[in-house]
Nanobody, 115 residues
Framework: QEQLVESGGGLVQPGGSLTLSCAASGRAFSTYLMAWYRQAPGKQRELVAQITGGSTKYTDSVKGRFTISRDNAKNTVSLQMNSLKPEDTAVYYC??????????WGQGTQVTVSF
């Protein structure tokens, strides 16, 4: 059974860093678009970063601070988050998508940026 499992969330002070990891299993996701979404309380889920092939895309609010990467051999995707701000507080979800295939979501991992 295919699944995505996130890890690495937690509490961090403003200006700090965290690295989120997403472990995919059940199939090879190397040809899939992989992405990180986040959802803050009372807000809609939003795309944070995506990677497909060798291309990456980021939402404006995280450009220059976050970096998405993938290791196809390990079937993982990561999100390095630097210079974290309180407004980055949200549940972060791993996502996988491919044409003519179903979408996959992880269960989410909480990131809280606060003193």
């Amino acid at each position: 059974q295919e699944q995505l499992v996130e890890s690495g969330g937690g509490l961090v002070q403003p200006g700090g860093s965290l690295t989120l990891s997403c472990a995919a299993s059940g199939r090879a996701f190397s040809t899939y678009l992989m992405a990180w979404y986040r959802q803050a309380p009372g807000k809609q889920r939003e795309l944070v970063a995506q990677i497909t092939g060798g291309s990456t895309k980021y939402t404006d609010s995280v450009k220059g601070r976050f970096t998405i990467s993938r290791d196809n051999a390990k079937n993982t995707v990561s999100l390095q988050m630097n210079s974290l701000k309180p407004e980055d507080t949200a549940v972060y979800y791993c996502y996988a998508s491919q044409l003519f295939s179903r979408d996959y979501w992880g269960q989410g991992t909480q990131v809280t940026v606060s003193f």
